[in-house]
């Protein structure tokens, strides 16, 4: 049974960085299971909205309309993936979730609790 | 604006049944058989009711039920309950660089 969990910052000043972690307990995040890593966010009082999901070794697919500031990244040592997102607005306000998608479907068994992220000065 | 086109509300008594649809196109609902379904209560996070169109996961009541035609997919809940108003969402696999596209979700309110 995966569990995950997010971590950081709760406020970032536009023009910033947002940077979260997600750290994965229940399997090893390298392992040849049918899970794949990745970021949902949900704006206050809005929809959910795919970020990406990526796998240790196969492959990263991103959102097209996030892809030129994000990177996603795995640390296999920490049993952690990160999201990074550069020069952020308070349109990136929202509620970011981490997930373990499915890695054919993108179906999405296993959700973190969400952390707030507050884009303000 | 969301890729997947879901109403914004529906509404039932308990006890009975609701459908909700989830049209997408040729790109993503119409070619993968990779269409999830998700329930969302207010202040927690989104859980898995139906994934690959009729899948369910274990320990997901039998009254939540999957189908897919052509370009839409449908969420059946059946014997609705006080516990089933939620806001839902429905996802799909898309060949376009997306990836990944949900639907704009819909709030079912239980009379």
């Known amino acids: 049974q995966l569990q995950l969990q997010e971590s950081g910052p709760g406020l970032v000043k536009p023009s910033e960085t947002l940077s979260l972690t997600c750290t994965v307990s229940g399997d090893s995040i390298s392992s040849t299971n049918p899970y794949s890593w990745g970021w949902v966010r949900q704006p206050p009082g809005k929809g959910l909205e795919w970020i990406a999901t990526?796998?240790?070794?196969?492959?990263?697919y991103y959102n097209p309309s996030l892809k030129s500031r994000l990177t996603v990244s795995i640390d296999a040592s920490k049993n952690q993936f990160s999201l990074s997102l550069t020069s952020v607005t308070a349109a990136d306000t929202a509620v970011y979730y981490c997930?373990?998608?499915?890695?054919?479907?993108?179906?999405?068994?296993?959700w973190g609790q969400g952390t707030l992220v507050t884009v303000s000065a | 604006q969301s890729a997947l086109t879901q109403p914004a509300s529906v509404s039932g008594s308990p006890g009975q049944s609701t459908i909700i649809s989830c049209t997408g196109s040729?790109?993503?609902?119409?070619?993968?058989?990779?269409v999830s379904w998700y329930q969302q209560h207010p202040g927690k996070a989104p859980r898995l009711l139906i994934y690959d169109v009729y899948s369910r996961p274990s320990g997901i009541s039998n009254r939540f039920s999957g189908s897919k035609s052509g370009n839409t997919a449908s969420l059946t809940i059946s014997g609705l309950q006080s516990e089933d108003e939620a806001d839902y969402y429905c996802?799909?696999?898309?060949?376009?660089?997306?990836?990944?596209?949900f639907g704009g979700g819909t709030t079912l309110t239980v009379l």
């Open positions: 997930a373990a998608p499915d890695s054919f479907s993108n179906s999405i068994h296993y």
């Open positions: 990526v796998s240790y070794s196969a492959f990263n």
């Open positions: 040729r790109s993503d609902i119409g070619t993968y058989n990779f």
């Open positions: 996802s799909s696999r898309t060949t376009t660089s997306a990836h990944v596209v």
